[in-house]
Every structure is written in structure tokens, then in C-alpha cells.
């Protein structure tokens, strides 16, 4: 059962005591009485639940980052921030969108429901749009026959394991971020699953090559080498869509790390 879940039922359980004592029982109580312990917290803490519901459920919603599959643009231990209304206004519970208010953009860093298993979030950077032929060979990206612009820059210290990766910076549209590739890592892709439109991909020594479905789109994790994503396991609906991830809000130890990201 997930959070939001959980929230809904409470907000229905606590909206439930006050109306029923507004309606009913409040009425029968004698006016200098005390209302009992149940409705006094019930009451008290309806609006304050609807408020967080409301919240998470239609403007912002935070997650903390689990893995490293994003560094270096997100660490682990990162408190983010997603913006749920950025790709459009979607009925919580059942995540069905009502109002279309944006579309996901190639870099965009996106949650979403993990494919395989919806009950999981996920977070990756979006690099293929419906419709598009994403290519990864032997570790260069290309997008509908174009190499996407690409820069090698300083390695990168992975402080906590002792070794370095090798980093680049890449450009799509307005989006410019960093992404690290190990070179002793090989560039093809073992043990791909079998996911909904695997026809679409072709596998080979070199790396993965997919056309997008429509509907659907191509997500990767920025530490390429250390990353399942949509190379292992296929695309994204939309419909699984949660938000747009736009701010740290908090890292134990590392204030520095608070603040927007590509």
C-alpha cells in the first residue's frame, strides 16, 4: 500500500468523524459538553491531512534518491522535489490524467512507476520522445540518426569507492547536464528483459537500439555504466508518469547540494 494510498483513506476516515458529528452527534451533545477524544482529534486533524493530500497529490511530491543510477547529478541521500502538475493535472490513486497542461522534454529528470513494477518510483533523465530512434553505441547517445552533443570534461572521484569515471557533458535543446561512463565497462547490454515493444529494440556488441513507441518514452540514468534503465527494460507510458524532478530540498551533511538541477 503506498503513501498516497494511505492519505486518501485517512482523509476520508477523518472527514468522515467531522462530518458525522457536525451533522448528528454534535447536535445531541449538551452545549457545554466536551466533545469526545475521537472527534476532537478527527476533527482536528482532517484539514491538516486534506491540506498534505492535496499537496502531494496535484503540486509537489518529495522522494529521496536510493541509488546511485543518477550521479552525478543527484546523489544518494538527495531530498528532492517533483513538480506533479508539470506534465499535466492526473487524479491520484489511479494516476489517470484530466487536464494535459505539458509534455516531457529530452533532458527532463522525470519520476515515474516503475514499468515492472508499479508500486516502485523510479527517477531518470527522459532522452527519447514518442516516436524517436535512440541509439547507444559503444557509449556515444544518438537520437533519429543525430549524435547527440557531447564533451568530455575532468574525471569524475566517485569519493566513496575510490575510483574515477570518465565525465561528459551533454546537450539536448535547453538542457545541458553531466553524465559518466566507466571505460572498462563493456558497452553492450547483458541481460535485457522481456518488456512490452521489444521488437522495437536491436542489441548487439556496440550497445541497444530503440524506436520509441507512441505513448511511450526512452529514459536513461545519468551514470551510464551503473544505471537499469529503459536499455534493460523497455519504455515508459505515459500514464505511468508521476512528475518533473526540479530542487533539492536536503542532504544530510552536504548543504551545498540544495537547490535546482538539470
Known amino acids: ?30 452545549a457545554d459538553a466536551k466533545d469526545p477524544w475521537w ?34 547529478t543527484l546523489q544518494i541521500g538527495d531530498f528532492i522535489l517533483v513538480n506533479k502538475f508539470a506534465y499535466g493535472i492526473r487524479l491520484p490513486i489511479i494516476n489517470k490524467k484530466i487536464v494535459d497542461i505539458g509534455q516531457p522534454k529530452r533532458g527532463d529528470v522525470m519520476v515515474f512507476r516503475y514499468p515492472v513494477d508499479p508500486s516502485k518510483d523510479y527517477i531518470k533523465r527522459v532522452i527519447g520522445l514518442p516516436g524517436d530512434t535512440v541509439a547507444y553505441q559503444n557509449k556515444r547517445l544518438t537520437i533519429n540518426g543525430r549524435p547527440v552533443e557531447t564533451r568530455q570534461i575532468g574525471d569524475y572521484l566517485h569519493a566513496e569507492r575510490r575510483y574515477y569515471s570518465h565525465q561528459f557533458i551533454e546537450q539536448q535543446g535547453e538542457a545541458q547536464y553531466h553524465t559518466l561512463n566507466d571505460p572498462d565497462a563493456p558497452a553492450a547490454i547483458p541481460g535485457a528483459a522481456n518488456f512490452p515493444y521489444r521488437e522495437n529494440c536491436s542489441y548487439n556488441n556496440a550497445g541497444v537500439m530503440c524506436t520509441v513507441p507512441p505513448g511511450h518514452y526512452f529514459m536513461m540514468g545519468d551514470n551510464r555504466d551503473n544505471s537499469e534503465d529503459s536499455r534493460y527494460w523497455g519504455f515508459v507510458p505515459d500514464e505511468n508518469i508521476v512528475g518533473k524532478a526540479f530542487f533539492i530540498w536536503w542532504h544530510f551533511g552536504d548543504w551545498g547540494r540544495i537547490g535546482s538541477f538539470q
Open 39 to 72: 472527534v476532537e482529534y478527527g476533527a482536528s486533524f482532517f484539514p491538516v491531512i486534506l491540506f498534505v493530500f492535496i499537496l502531494r497529490s496535484f503540486l509537489v511530491e518529495p522522494f529521496q534518491i536510493p541509488s546511485p543510477s543518477m550521479v552525478p
Open 1 to 30: 500500500m503506498n503513501f498516497a494510498l494511505i492519505l486518501f483513506y485517512l482523509v476520508l476516515a477523518t472527514g468522515g468523524i467531522w462530518l458525522i458529528d457536525h451533522l448528528f452527534l454534535k447536535k445531541r451533545r449538551a
